[in-house]
């Protein structure tokens, strides 16, 4: 799985890479590897916020028939915004997952007209 880090507001180094790769990633084996296309991860910091940073973490992955999974977390350090949004992409990935092939068709075939 390829991955797309990227910040405006702060630098992504190799530590935050491999944070982001090593929760993320296992994330792979539970669609087909046929249907993962690459995976693009926003971070960003603010900190005009009472409580100090802020941090926002936004993932995106982008299926076969342009279907599109995408989370917003909000949390206030980097590793606990990805470890949310890493449980709500697998629930949402459960759910994609366990709809049966013809209902998929049929969701793809209406987006697609």
Known sequence: MKFNIKSKTMIVDSRIEDFVQSKIGP???IIPHSEIIPVDVDLERSTH???GDIYKVVVQ??????KIIRVVEKKETLNLAILKAREAL???IKKYDHKPES????????ITE
């Not at 992955?61 to 342009?66: D, M, S």
């Not at 209902?103 to 209406?110: A, P, V």
């Open 103 to 110: 209902q998929r068709k049929k969701i793809l075939k209406i």
């Open 27 to 29: 994330l792979a084996k």
């Open 90 to 92: 697998e629930v949402q």
């Open 49 to 51: 916020h009472q409580k």
């Open 61 to 66: 992955f982008l299926l076969k028939g342009k």
